[in-house]
T-cell receptor, first 115, second 112 residues
Framework: DTEVTQTPKHLVMGMTNKKSLKCEQHMGHRAMYWYKQKAKKPPELMFVYSYEKLSINESVPSRFSPECPNSSLLNLHLHALQPEDSALYLC??????????????FGDGTRLSIL | DAKTTQPTSMDCAEGRAANLPCNHSTISGNEYVYWYRQIHSQGPQYIIHGLKNNETNEMASLIITEDRKSSTLILPHATLRDTAVYYCIVRRGGGSNYKLTFGKGTLLTVNP
């Protein structure tokens, strides 16, 4: 069991759909992350939020739109995705600025399939 | 952040200690060594991290050489559930450095 909860666990969507991935943590962490993991590859960082503000965007296409409504929630809005966007999307959290040596804790991800 | 080199795969017998090596010869003084593992179909799980001294927790021990150019993760009594990809990551601590860059890792297979 992880302390970072991601929903849904699986998502199948068409290229014209709009959907959202949700991530929640109640550890009081102030940094939250989205990673993308393709099959048989390591996770790759997409976005970092620090104190609810976008801190890092790793040149992610605009069809992925992150949102951090409060310190416990992180969303990833999806629109007009491509088949190559099929992957495991992982959320993580950590304590935040000044504690960046502290580890990140991951959820079990949302497995996304684009038809 | 410094790069790391790990063997692609390793085998270990159940009940024996698993020793996973990691080379990070370009590590600098303020960079920490982190170990994560990823069991199939799950998210990465934090195991342990350290700067200079050896560290131990309920999951594993981390041995860092005196020159800090390499480290070893030790699982003292491996079980079948320890079969996973193990990632060694070096990352600068302090400030607002949030990036965690995963390499290819080591696939540890624990055999009965």
């Amino acid at each position: 069991d992880t302390e970072v909860t991601q929903t849904p666990k699986h998502l199948v969507m068409g290229m014209t759909n709009k959907k959202s991935l949700k991530c929640e943590q109640h550890m009081g962490h102030r940094a939250m992350y989205w990673y993308k993991q393709k099959a048989k590859k390591p996770p790759e960082l997409m976005f970092v939020y620090s104190y609810e503000k976008l801190s890092i965007n790793e040149s992610v296409p605009s069809r992925f739109s992150p949102e951090c409504p409060n310190s416990s929630l992180l969303n990833l809005h999806l629109h007009a995705l491509q088949p190559e966007d099929s992957a495991l999307y992982l959320c993580a959290s950590s304590q935040g600025a000044g504690y960046s040596n502290q580890p990140q804790h991951f959820g079990d991800g949302t497995r996304l399939s684009i038809l | 952040d410094a790069k790391t080199t790990q063997p692609t795969s390793m085998d270990c017998a159940e009940g024996r200690a698993a020793n996973l090596p990691c080379n990070h010869s370009t590590i600098s003084g303020n960079e920490y060594v982190y170990w994560y593992r990823q069991i199939h179909s799950q998210g990465p799980q934090y195991i342990i991290h350290g700067l200079k001294n050896n560290e131990t927790n309920e999951m594993a021990s981390l041995i860092i050489t005196e020159d800090r150019k390499s480290s070893t993760l030790i699982l003292p009594h491996a079980t079948l559930r320890d079969t996973a990809v193990y990632y060694c990551i070096v990352r600068r601590g302090g400030g607002s450095n949030y990036k965690l860059t995963f390499g290819k890792g080591t696939l540890l297979t624990v055999n009965p």
